[in-house]
């Protein structure tokens, strides 16, 4: 496996269940999810992906509120690895 940063890049068959597992009902997320893999897939680590996994587990809407700064993750989402995504997520191209 190739790594980066100390960190092991996801392989494409985990990187293909991700975007599977990405895939969300209301398309303003949608959008914010394809623009992060667009820029980010061949640079995706287990860190990050760890990261999306846990934000996948939220709501539609509390997920925008996230992608849009609306608000910050707290509890079990302030993480490394879920502020690190965020971060990319909320990065313009």
Aim: glycine share 4%.
């Amino acid at each position: 496996m190739t790594t980066l940063a100390g960190n092991t890049l996801i392989n494409e068959r985990d990187l293909s269940k991700l975007k599977w597992r990405c895939r969300r009902g209301l398309l303003e997320n949608d959008l914010f999810i394809e623009r992060f893999f667009r820029q980010h897939e061949t640079s995706l680590t287990e860190f990050h992906a760890e990261g999306l996994r846990q934000l996948m587990d939220l709501s539609d809407n509390d997920l925008l509120d996230l992608m849009l700064a609306r608000k910050e993750p707290a509890d079990d989402l302030d993480r490394p690895d879920v502020h690190a995504v965020l971060a990319l997520l909320r990065t313009p191209q």
